[in-house]
């Protein structure tokens, strides 16, 4: 059974229709056949004298009738819920016309004041089913009419009975026409309806799937939504919040993202590429930020969203950068100036020496050649620091292991005169190979193992392991997996200031460092296409991390 075409009825931001569907027609046609059966029985028992008992009969049976296939027809589509096909349709239409043509033949034919109830079921049909069907209606209409006149009342078949027809085809026409064209715009509206629909439902599940916070608030700061990833980003649940203002606990949570939707409500500025931060779980992120404000009309009160992201890689990576450039610029000037000062230097340690040893000094002249000569050794074991930092070079990258590499340099630093008796440094973990140069590796692990060493002193506990990371993004932009070595000591860690900088050139924290330790491990791990971060460990110390790539 083919269902009739609808005029929906939108929600959203669709208004609602103000003509009324397939339902609402009908409803009004059950409600109008029931009226009119009843007000007609009634009328002829109470208030017209000398009606037949047989037209009385027959005026209440149809009352019945309408009772009975009116309430039937509203079960089918009002409880049942089942749509109205064009079939339906016609058995109303049919119903109606005998109700009709029962009522006009009681109340004196051609005579008869209900004769405009025939236009009203044309129109109804109209509306309801195509105009080749309501002309078929129409044509039935027609038929019974003229039938009832012609039979019941033959001495009124005149020119007026022809006019009457033409009444009835002229409204089906025009009727059927504004019938199509209701139509057409319903099926228009139901279009857009889907399409808002569509769009409505795929701006939700972007919104949950984005990795970006979207959160909105009205003119009094209350919270109006809030995807998944802002509640993780600010580690609140969304529902506890709705309906009622946000700002204090956002101002807590992130002072730049409360600060920039209430300057955006204020103001009505859209603000974008700020950066702030918000303290989650203890961690500070760093986050970036577009506020813009919801035009809308006046008299209504406005609202603020704000987007934003956890940009603290991306923070990161660009530090990575600006330092891997800064070593970049030292190097080049660590090996020119190396080059030229550690030939002379060994000229003058070679002279001095010699100097020494034609004549017999006196006791302030030995006291000052081994002054000199000390003072030599210092500053050319100085430049070979300066060349190795600037030699940092990966010539033929082949698979290394990583837990071997790791195993030889704690086995190397446990020998060290910094390791004592109660240093403890132990190794776990196991990864894949990952392709680079051994020795640098090697000399990049006793790095940052005499460090963690170097750097607790007394009884210290270093732990090295050896873990893989699935997703790592390197500098060069590339996302893989990845190799790692993270190294944590339970020393009494670094200064914040300290840390900013701990991978620049003649950043030292003991005495008589040189501070170019951790910048070879920061350019062997650049030059080897890794990352390496430095953390505050929890409860005290330092985690140094290194992530490598990992061949396919």
Same mark, same amino acid.
Request: charged letters at 20%.
């Given at each position: ?17 103000? %003509? ?57 589509? #009002?409880?049942? $819920? $089942? ?14 016309? =005998? ?15 209900? %004769?405009?109830?025939? %236009? ?57 026409? %504004? ?27 972007? /919104?949950?799937?984005?990795? +970006? ?10 919270? /109006? ?49 700020? @950066? ?7 961690? +500070? ?12 009309? @006046? ?40 080059? @030229? ?13 010699? /100097?020494?040893?034609?004549? +017999?000094?006196? @006791? ?15 500053? +050319? ?31 190397? =630093? ?103 330790? /951790? ?8 030059? #080897? ?24």
């Amino acid at each position: 059974m083919r269902q009739l075409g609808t005029v929906p009825r939108p929600g959203g931001s669709l208004a609602e229709s103000p %003509i009324p569907g397939p339902l609402g027609i009908l409803q009004w046609v059950y409600v109008g056949r029931i009226v009119l059966s009843l007000v007609v029985f009634f009328a002829a028992a109470f208030y017209f004298s000398a009606v037949p008992p047989g037209v009385l009969i027959t005026l209440a049976l149809a009352a019945l009738a309408s009772l009975v296939a009116s309430g039937a027809s509203a079960f089918y589509t #009002h409880v049942a $819920r $089942r749509p109205p096909g064009a079939t339906f349709v016609y058995a109303q239409a049919l119903f109606d016309l =005998v109700l009709v043509t029962t009522v006009t033949h009681l109340t004196g034919g051609p005579d008869s004041e209900f %004769i405009p109830l025939y %236009i009203l079921v044309i129109a109804v049909s109209a509306v309801l089913l195509p105009l080749w069907s309501a002309l078929l209606v129409t044509f039935l209409a027609s038929a019974l009419f003229v039938a009832d006149v012609v039979v019941a009342f033959p001495h009124r078949a005149d020119v007026t009975l022809g006019m009457q027809i033409a009444v009835f085809l002229a409204v089906a026409v025009a009727t059927g026409w %504004i019938g199509s064209r209701v139509r057409l715009m319903g099926q228009e509206r139901a279009v857009l309806q889907r399409e808002v629909r569509r769009l409505r439902l795929e701006a939700q599940d972007i /919104l949950r799937t984005i990795g +970006s916070g979207v959160i909105t608030v009205d003119a009094d700061g209350a919270l /109006l939504y809030a995807n998944p990833a802002a509640e993780e980003l600010l580690g609140f649940a969304a529902t506890e919040y709705l309906g009622r203002s946000v700002m204090a606990d956002l101002a807590r949570w992130s002072p730049e993202l409360a600060q920039g939707l209430a300057g955006t409500l204020q103001h009505g500025v859209r603000r974008q590429r700020l @950066e702030g931060t918000a303290a989650v779980d203890g961690r +500070s992120l760093t986050i970036g930020m577009t506020t813009t404000r919801l035009d809308v009309p @006046e008299g209504e009160r406005p609202s603020a969203t704000a987007i934003f992201t956890d940009i603290s890689d991306q923070k990161r990576l660009e530090e990575l950068k600006v330092r891997t450039e800064r070593l970049e610029a030292v190097a080049e000037l660590a090996a020119s100036l190396a080059h @030229e000062i550690k030939n002379p230097l060994a000229s003058i340690r070679s002279s001095v020496e010699q /100097l020494t040893r034609l004549a +017999s000094p006196g @006791e302030d002249e030995a006291v000052l050649g081994r002054l000199v000569l000390r003072e030599s050794d210092r500053l +050319s074991r100085l430049l070979s620091e300066f060349l190795e930092f600037a030699r940092v070079r990966v010539a033929v990258p082949l698979p290394v292991d990583l837990r071997q590499i790791t195993e030889a340099a704690a086995s190397l =630093v446990r020998r060290h005169p910094a390791a004592t008796t109660e240093t403890e440094i132990v190794v776990t973990g196991s990864c894949r190979p990952v392709n680079g140069d051994e020795d640098l590796l090697h000399r990049l692990v006793v790095n940052l193992v005499l460090n963690a060493v170097q750097a607790a002193g007394g009884r210290v506990r270093v732990s090295a392991e050896i873990l893989e990371q699935a997703d790592v993004e390197f500098p060069s932009g590339v996302r893989g997996a990845a190799a790692g070595l993270r190294i944590q000591d339970n020393g009494p860690g670094l200064p914040t200031d300290v840390r900013d900088r701990i991978f620049q050139p003649f950043v030292s924290r003991r005495p008589g460092g040189v501070g170019l330790g /951790l910048a070879v491990v920061h350019r062997t791990v650049e030059a #080897h296409g890794g990352v390496v971060h430095v953390d505050a460990a929890p409860g005290g110390g330092t985690i140094f991390t290194v992530f490598l790539p990992v061949p396919a």
